[in-house]
Each structure stands twice: as C-alpha cells, then as structure tokens.
C-alpha cells in the first residue's frame, strides 16, 4: 500500500486536469494532498492531551483550585501566546496550539480582561517587529556563516503593561490568573541578568497589585524548567502555583481542565527546585557565568540535583518528585521481598479523599553505606503510578528494583562495586515525603563489573566533599518534612522493619572485553556491500546534505542518507526533528520543476528574514499543488516525565511512530536525554530530569512505543554531557570518571539496554578533551563492547570539520553517520584510507551499520516494490 499511495501522489501531480500544471515531482514523498483533518491527527490530539493533563504540577494550593468556570480575570505574558515548546529543531509544526485563553472559554469561563490581553497583543506585534528589524541588521553577508547563532537568540515575549485599578474594576470578578512565560531553546542559556530565570519588575509590580486585589490569586509558570518562586515570600496572599511547563498543542486546555476540577494535577517535579539559584552546586561556574565558556568543570561530581541537596543538608523550595493533589492520599506497605538479586516492593495506596478522583506516585528510594566511596544520600530506584482512584478506592502498586541499581563505579581500579553495609530502603511520594520500609545488608564487598578507563580526565577535577554523617537521612531515620505533602506513609510497625541479608556472590562479574566491533552482516547487506567501491561506502557514511538527489523525501525533514546510490540499490531515509514531535513541512508547493518548498518557515526564527529570503526559500501559498503534514506537538521531554507515568510515555512514542509512518520518516532525533545539571540550559525543556533513572526509563518508554511501527526508530541524544548551550560546538566538559558513569551515562545506558534504539546521536561538545565523535572510548569501548549496542550512531548537524572532529576519525572510532553531509566529507574519509589514517574496514564496518537501518526501513520495502514494478 505504501508504494500504491507514493505513486498516486505523483500520478495525480503529473495529470492534474485544472490547466495550470502538469509535472511529476522530484522525489516519492508520503504527505496528503488535502488539509482534512485526519483520524491519526485527531488521536495525536488525544494523547497530547492525556500527557498534557497528567504532566501538570501543582506547586502551591490553599484550597483555591480547583474553581467553578465563572467570570475571571486572566493577564500576563502567556495567557493567548502561550509557549508550547522551546525554539529551535525541537519546535514542531503542529496545526494548532490551543491557548490558554482559549482553553478557559471553552471550559466555560469569562474572561473580563480582554482590554489587558488586547493591549498585550500590540506590544507583542509592536516588539515583534522591532525584533525583526535587529535581527536583518545582523543578517549582513559577512555574518551569514554564523547563521545558527541568530537562532540562539529568539524573539523575547514582552512582559505587558501594568494591571490597573481601572483593569480590575471592569473585570467583575474576584479571581485572577496570572501566567508568566518564558522562551528558551538551542544555542544558548538562560540569562540570569535578563530575567529569563526570574520575574521582571514589571511582572513583580503586577503581582503584587493584583494579590492585593483579587481574593483568588493564581500563577501559572508557563517555562520549560526550573523558576525563580523568590516571590512568594515577598507576596504572601498567592493562593495558587501551577508548573504547567510547555505542553505542546493541546496545553491550553489541560490547564484550564486542571483549574476547573475536570482532572486532579498528578505531576511530580523531575528536578530540585531551590530556593535561590545559588544553591545549586557550582553555580557560579556554569556556563557564561565565570567567563570561561571553553572549560566546563564538573566540579558537583555525583552530588547533582536532590542528591546534592539532600547530602548537604540544603533545604530546596519544592523537593525531587513533589507535586500537590485535590486529594489526599496513603500508602501502606504491603510487602518486600529479596529474589535472589530483585528487591520486591508491594505498596497498598489508597485515596482517603471524600470528593476527588486522583493519581499518585510511588517513589522508592535507597540509601547506600559510605564506604571507600563516599555516597549521595539517596538515590531514586523505582516509580509506579496508580491508575486513577475513586474517593475511597485502594490499588496495590508492585515496585521492583535490581541490586546492580546500588552500585557505584571505583576509579582506582575501573571497578563497578557493592560496598559492604546497610542499604536503607525507603517509599515515599517525593525525596523528602518517604518512611522506611526495608534495610538490606551485605557483608562483604561485591565487584559487578571491571572496565577499562574511559574519557580520564587529564587533571582530575576537584570535587565537592561531605564527610559528616548523613543526619537528614539517617540509616533508621527518615525524611519527612512539610512541604503541603497530600500522602502519608504508613509503616505498620517501624520497630520491626523487615531486613535481608545479601548473598555473597550473588551477582557474577562482568569483566567487559573490548576491541573493534564485527562488521555486520546479513544476506542483503552482504550482497549490496560487496557491490560498493570504497568512494560508494564513503557515501553511505556520509548524509545526503541540505539539497540534492533524493529517493524519497519528507518536506521540512532535518536530514537524510545520501540519495546518490540509488541506482545501486540503496535508497535514501529520512530524519525528522524531535523531541516533542516530528517537525516537518505543514504545508509545502510543489514548483513546475517538481521542486517541494515548505510554504511557512520550518524554525520559527526563519520568519524573520527578509522577505527577499523568505521569497527564494519558501514555497508559493497560492500554488495549485500543495501538500500537507499535520503533525502533532506533544508536551515537551520535562513535562512529560512530570507526568512519571512510563505508559503514557510509550503511548506517546506510538503516536510519533505512527504519524513516522504516514509521512515516511526513518528516524527521528529523539528523545533527547541529557541531565539537567543546571536549571540555565537552553535546552532544558527538551529533556528530562536531573536523575539518571528518570531519564532512562522514559527514553526507553518512549523508544518502545516510536519502534512498535515496523521501520521506525528513534535516535538517542546527546551522547553525552551536552548540558550547556553557550559555546556548544567547542566547549570541553571536564568530568571525572565516576560522575561520568553515575550521572551523565547512566540514562543512555538503561535507553539501550532496555529499549534497543535503532540509533543514537553524538553531541557537538568535548569530553576530558576530545570531541565525543572522536571518542573510540565512548563510542566503541562503551557504547557496543559494554552496552551491546547494536545500532548506528550519527554526528549532531555540522559537528565535525575544520574547526571540530575530524570526519574520518569520527568513522574511526565508531560514529557512523556524518551528518548533514558534503562531498568535500567524502573526499575526507577517501583521502584518509589512502593515506593510511583509518582502515577501509571501518568505513565499511560504518556503512553496514547505516545500511542495516536504510534495508529495515519501510522506505526500502518501497524502493523494492518500485523496482519489480518497473522491472528493474
């Protein structure tokens, strides 16, 4: 069916009877060719909304929320330009993103400020065009190789103007929302000294006046991470505080049916939120803020996120996993029980309620011994989310977690390690709401796994050290302190907590074996490899660029292989952006030429160009022959892990897997996946949490759902520590082994084992000095000798070259794909074989690699059927 339909598209593009135009297009391409709304786009819809709902937290409640719909007053920056996603390849171009404004009138409130929301729409388009006006001046010829900086700096929403007496009077209501918006994206951080962090004055004199004024004051903070709640002290009589983040298309109705009761928040925080931005470890350091953007010293180690705050004792404003309800909850434990290496724990949860529905999380989480190692307090182990419960109606909730989940990696001789002692077993519904319910014992050292050195830093960086006992979780202690918890925890009889003994040995060693990776092979490779010269290989291992010949196409799409072996028998595939959709073309014309233009800019920046631009690279809206890919903005990667709900998470990745499969995408570069080391980075919002075991079990979730469509994958990234934005391209991340294997792999290494990605993708930074494209470490020894990837790993768009890694080393050392690609790339990778630089073997080890996703694509199973058609 396939091929029946890409044959259509160009029979009726050729045959066309309106007299305007006959022509065939330059390549088979799966979009439709009318804008009727779809059964697939309506069922993204739907997903998008369940995810959007459930990834809400609320922060702060006194029994405002929820409200029945009624009159109500709605100002700030985000309420009709709500933010759905941050800029940059993660935008998506959905066909409609519902509003906040809008989700409240179709909830059925009022909104009596129209006249504030009116003039916020003037100083909108007024700072827009003024924007647009700076941002030409700086597109001078000289400048345009620096094109991809101008994306890094996004058009900066106005706050608005000041609430008035007269605003408030004429809104007849004794309720407000307040919703604070904040943009950021790809290529640079957030700026602390450009209120992108916290509240401008403007904002803080608003909210003040309008506490003073309305009875019911609630914030929405409508920002992809972390925010600067510094006002709440400063203004006591907020009622409310909602996290909403950026949920994509369908945000603005899942938070007004939030606010009205139709749903009961569910969310939980995937991050620490401090009281003041210095308390983040190594703060001061990151990024911009110490004027060294080249260096990037990992100084935290281990302690990152409520790992640091909970070892030093410093009291977060909203802990790890904390988020409020309507209802009220308690957890019993019911069991727990040690299966040879598998710890087993039966939590009995009940809604003790009388009025709402609601959803809770079981959290559990282990403290581990100070050894020869010191550790973080605790660290997070397993999550489960109840179905919803009735007022009254109880689940069983079964959490299970390995011993290996326990270990810690020793330097001194590359050794991963359970260190003799108590393991403290705790459940909870955040870090600092948990009893405890288990202790596990061991009574001599077990090594799990022995290594080799990866990535050693050339001068060990110099960590932050505790040496006190842990006081706040003591090994019989526990962690329960006020933060408005809506769940209690119930141990039955703390005096006799069940204890097992470990059994020496139990886990057998691991001694990892390395060297170079056995070319693929199977009966199709085999016989179109033997066929290709070194110069064809090269090809293969090199993407297809921004232009050319093309097999196949999906309008707007990143990226594709190259499309110059047709005739060989390799057609090209194609990659789409993520992670919160496919960002292709919504609309695209096809010329008289066959040639296919996205009409409306692919990267909102590009709308700002100058029209002569825009002319040359968009596409014609009134053409006759237009084509169409709606696909759908799902809640971005934070507020989709806020849902903790790993279910939704791969219903999620379904739904991208099937639209992949309408519009004919290969791969899609997603999910993104590094840790939130710091709240600054511009890319926060792609990502997922700052714990390891949070980001790797909703990678691999979402990666199970993309590849139950046969021929779809997904694209793991950035491999790795790519947790900064300035400098991106040349920054060297400075980090010592064990934070390295704890922290920063932790996650890719669960995504892999438990999911088996089609690809991953390496990140433009250094690591200890060396570009990870040019890493054998990472690439091979860790990535395929240690993990069993099986895969093939792709560069980030424009990472190597002149001024970054080396194209042929990166083939060399196991990356490969060279994205997006050039000629000048292959004639590298040639000339580096002849002169002896890197093997032919691992070109063509690189290229069975790539060849092995092109021949299990459907786009392949298309080019055979095309062939036997044509009787090729």
Not at 345 to 360: A, H
Not at 622 to 627: A, E, V, Y
Not at 732 to 744: G, P, Q, S, T
Request: overall charge negative; some cysteine; proline content about 4%.
């Amino acid at each position: 069916m396939w091929q029946e339909h890409c044959v259509h598209i160009c029979h009726h593009l050729e045959n066309r009877k309106d007299g305007i135009i006959t022509m065939r297009t330059r390549s088979i391409h799966k979009a439709a060719l009318t804008d009727a709304v779809t059964p697939l786009e309506e069922a993204g819809k739907e997903i998008a909304y369940q995810a959007a709902v459930e990834g809400i937290v609320l922060l702060e409640n006194d029994g405002c929320l929820p409200l029945k719909p009624g009159k109500i007053a709605l100002y700030g920056a985000g309420v009709k330009m709500t933010i759905k996603g941050g800029t940059g390849s993660g935008e998506v171009n959905e066909r409609h993103a519902v509003s906040i404004l809008e989700g409240m009138e179709d909830a059925g409130f009022k909104i009596t400020t129209m006249n504030w929301i009116d003039d916020y729409d003037q100083s909108f388009q007024e700072g827009e065009r003024a924007y647009a006006e700076e941002f030409r001046k700086k597109l001078s010829p000289k400048n345009l190789s620096d094109f991809m900086n101008l994306m890094s700096s996004p058009y900066r929403y106005p706050y608005g103007r000041a609430v008035l007496q007269e605003d408030v009077e004429k809104s007849e209501t004794d309720t407000c929302i307040y919703v604070i918006s904040r943009q950021a994206g790809e290529g640079a951080d957030r700026k602390l000294s450009e209120n992108e962090y916290g509240l401008a004055e403007i904002e803080r004199v608003n909210l003040t006046f309008c506490a003073e004024q309305y009875e019911h004051m609630i914030v929405v903070i409508n920002v992809g991470g972390q925010f600067d709640l510094n006002f709440l002290h400063e203004i006591p009589s907020i009622n409310a505080v909602i996290f909403m983040g950026q949920l994509g298309t369908m945000g603005g109705q899942a938070v007004a049916d939030i606010v009205c009761g139709k749903h009961t928040p569910s969310g939980k925080l995937t991050d620490t939120w401090a009281k003041h931005y210095r308390d983040y470890p190594a703060s001061d350091d990151y990024s911009y803020l110490n004027g060294n953007l080249d260096e990037e010293y990992y100084r935290e180690g281990i302690y990152v996120g409520y790992r640091y705050f909970d070892t030093f004792h410093v009291a977060p404003r909203y802990p790890f996993g904390y988020g409020l309800s309507y209802t009220e909850f308690e957890m019993h434990l019911a069991g727990m029980r040690l299966e040879r290496t598998t710890v087993e724990i039966s939590v009995d949860v009940k809604n003790k309620g009388e009025v709402y529905s609601g959803k809770e999380v079981v959290q559990i989480y282990v403290s581990c011994p100070d050894g020869e190692l010191k550790k973080e307090a605790q660290r997070l182990t397993s999550f489960a989310k109840t179905k919803n419960l009735k007022p009254g109606e109880e689940e069983r909730i079964v959490l299970q977690f390995d011993l290996r989940d326990l270990t810690s990696y020793r330097e001194k001789d590359t050794a991963t390690v359970l260190e003799p002692g108590e393991y403290v077993v705790r459940i909870g519904n955040s870090s600092r709401n948990t009893r405890v319910c288990g202790i596990l014992k061991l009574e001599t050292e077990m090594i799990t796994e022995k290594h080799s050195h990866i990535c050693k830093a050339p001068l060990r960086v110099t960590e932050l050290e505790w040496q006190e006992e842990k006081e706040l979780l003591h090994a019989t202690g526990d962690c329960r302190q006020n933060w408005g918890r809506t769940c209690e925890i119930i141990i039955d009889d703390v005096e006799k907590i069940q204890s097992f003994q470990i059994e020496p040995g139990i886990i057998p060693e691991v001694d990892h074996e390395y060297g170079p990776v056995e070319i693929y092979s199977s009966e199709e490779t085999d016989r179109i490899l033997e066929s290709l010269t070194l110069r064809d290989m090269a090809e293969l291992v090199v993407g297809g660029g921004m232009s050319g010949h093309r097999f196949f196409e999906a309008p707007g799409a990143a990226g594709v292989t190259t499309g110059n072996l047709t005739a060989k028998g390799i057609p090209n595939v194609v990659m789409a952006d993520g992670p919160a959709g496919l960002r292709l073309h919504k609309i695209s014309s096809v010329s008289i030429t066959g040639k296919v233009k996205g009409i409306e800019p692919n990267i909102s920046f590009m709308k700002y160009l100058p029209e002569p631009v825009k002319k040359v690279m968009l596409g014609n809206p009134d053409s006759k022959n237009l084509l169409y890919q709606f696909t759908t903005a799902f809640p971005v990667g934070i507020s989709l892990a806020s849902s903790w709900n790993l279910q939704l998470a791969e219903e999620v990745g379904n739904a991208v897997g099937k639209e992949m499969e309408a519009y004919g995408v290969t791969y899609w570069l997603a999910p993104g996946m590094n840790i939130h080391r710091n709240p600054l980075c511009g890319r926060n919002f792609e990502y997922f949490s700052e714990d390891p075991l949070l980001t790797g079990e909703f990678a691999a979730a979402i990666t199970k759902g993309v590849q139950k469509n046969r021929g779809c994958y997904v694209t793991l990234k950035h491999y790795c520590c790519n947790n900064q934005e300035d400098n991106r391209n040349k920054t060297n991340a400075n980090v010592n082994e064990r934070a390295l294997r704890e922290i920063y792999l932790k996650g890719f290494e669960i995504a892999v084992k438990e999911s088996h990605p089609g690809a991953v993708m390496s990140s433009y930074n250094k690591v200890n000095g060396k570009y990870v494209n040019n890493s054998y470490r990472l690439l091979t020894q860790v990535l395929r000798n240690e993990w069993g990837f099986d895969g093939f790993v792709m560069t980030d768009w424009f990472a190597t070259g002149r001024k970054y890694g080396d194209p042929a080393h990166a083939i060399a050392s196991g990356n490969d794909l060279i994205m997006p690609g050039s000629s000048g790339t292959v004639d590298d990778i040639v000339k580096a074989v002849s002169k002896g630089i890197i093997l032919e073997e691992d070109v063509k080890r690189s290229a069975a690699n790539v060849l092995k996703g092109i021949i299990s694509s459907r786009i392949y199973q298309g080019y055979l059927r095309k062939q036997r058609e044509s009787g090729v």
